[in-house]
């Protein structure tokens, strides 16, 4: 069984930054890319950011210069900064993990159970 604990949402003025986490725990061997999606009110669930095993990144073009995405492969965990945030960026962000679990030869992926985040205007 393999779980995603997020933590760092939150309700924060505009201008304002946050830090999201996502820990990656139970029976998993190894992880390949990691990523945040995010879903506002009304509106599909859209990528914000994917890091890969390699450390390579990609970003949505809306949160390109204001956020970034990192890892740390010894604690399993994927980490979002966020500046500059704006109101438009209201949403929920989800965790997603595509990671092989012990005794599996395939890749699966995995989610988390979402964090809200509030922007004030």
């Known amino acids: 069984q393999v779980q995603l604990v997020e933590s760092g949402g939150g309700l924060v003025q505009a201008g304002g930054s946050l830090r999201l986490s996502c820990a990656a725990s139970g029976s998993i061997r190894s992880i390949n890319d990691m990523g945040w999606y995010r879903r506002a009110a009304g509106k599909q669930r859209e990528l914000v950011a994917i890091i890969n095993g390699g450390g390579w990144t990609t970003y949505a073009d809306s949160v390109k210069g204001r956020f970034s995405i990192s890892r740390d492969d010894a604690k399993n965990t994927v980490f979002l900064q966020m500046d500059s945030l704006k109101p438009d960026d209201t949403a929920v962000f989800y965790c997603?993990?595509?990671?092989?679990?012990?005794?599996?030869?395939?890749?699966?992926?995995?989610w988390g159970q979402g964090t809200q985040v509030t922007v004030s205007s």
């Open positions: 997603n993990v595509e990671g092989r679990p012990i005794g599996s030869l395939i890749y699966k992926t995995f």
